[in-house]
T-cell receptor, first 109, second 113 residues
């Protein structure tokens, strides 16, 4: 079983719609969680950290469920510019970040 | 732009050869982490350098090695290249060893033929 698993998609989303997807992690000792965004042939960029209480940044909402060991990302009012691959990232003890394989989102007019 | 630079941007090597990739960290950052990203997959952690010492390593063989210099720039060396080493190699800089926020460079795309 992979340490961090994501549905690869693609999620085809009409512009203005809401899309949500999850990421599961296997290490119950994981301490920190992040969502990164990666555009085609570009480097990953931090989208947001995920806090235990859940957090929101504009149209983006992240949730953490420690009991079921998953995190989620919800995008409201999708824009064409939201088309990208969203990488789930988990940190256990130490300094190593473990990335999921990414979920591809395609927002269409 | 993150201020993290990598060179070269693209590289083609033959199986069995050796390669050196370079990364300049963002100003004020003393930690560099290296990742390998194969096509269609997420980045895989290779190792991290903090203040010129290796500070954690992923599941990569010893032919993957690195250095960090006093100015915190870093090199990734790969010996005896294999076809499966073809990937995008990313470096990320941060301040301190806890990856609260890492800033990635644009990557070096390595093709092994």
């Amino acid at each position: 079983r992979k340490e961090v698993e994501q549905d690869p998609g693609p999620f085809n989303v009409p512009e203005g719609a809401t899309v949500a997807f999850n990421c599961t992690y296997s290490n119950s000792a994981s301490q920190s969680f992040f969502w990164y965004r990666q555009d085609c042939r570009k480097e990953p960029k931090l989208l947001m950290s995920v806090y235990s209480s859940g957090n929101e940044d504009g149209r983006f909402t992240a949730q953490l469920n420690r009991a079921s060991q998953y995190i989620s990302l919800l995008i409201r009012d999708s824009k064409l510019s939201d088309s990208a691959t969203y990488l789930c990232v988990v940190k256990a003890a130490g300094n190593k970040l473990t990335f999921g394989g990414g979920t591809r989102v395609l927002v269409k007019p | 732009e993150t201020g993290v630079t990598q060179s070269p941007t693209h590289l083609i090597k033959t199986r069995g050869q050796q390669v050196t990739l370079r990364c300049s960290s963002q100003s004020g950052h003393n930690t560099v982490s290296w990742y390998q990203q194969a096509l269609g997959q997420g980045p895989q952690f290779i190792f991290q350098y903090y203040r010129e010492e290796e500070n954690g390593r992923g599941n990569f063989p010893p032919r993957f090695s690195g250095l960090q210099f006093p100015n915190y720039s870093s090199e990734l060396n790969v010996n005896a290249l294999e076809l499966d080493d073809s990937a995008l190699y990313l470096c990320a800089s941060s301040s301190g060893t806890l990856p609260v926020e890492q800033y990635f460079g644009p990557g070096t795309r390595l093709t092994v033929t």
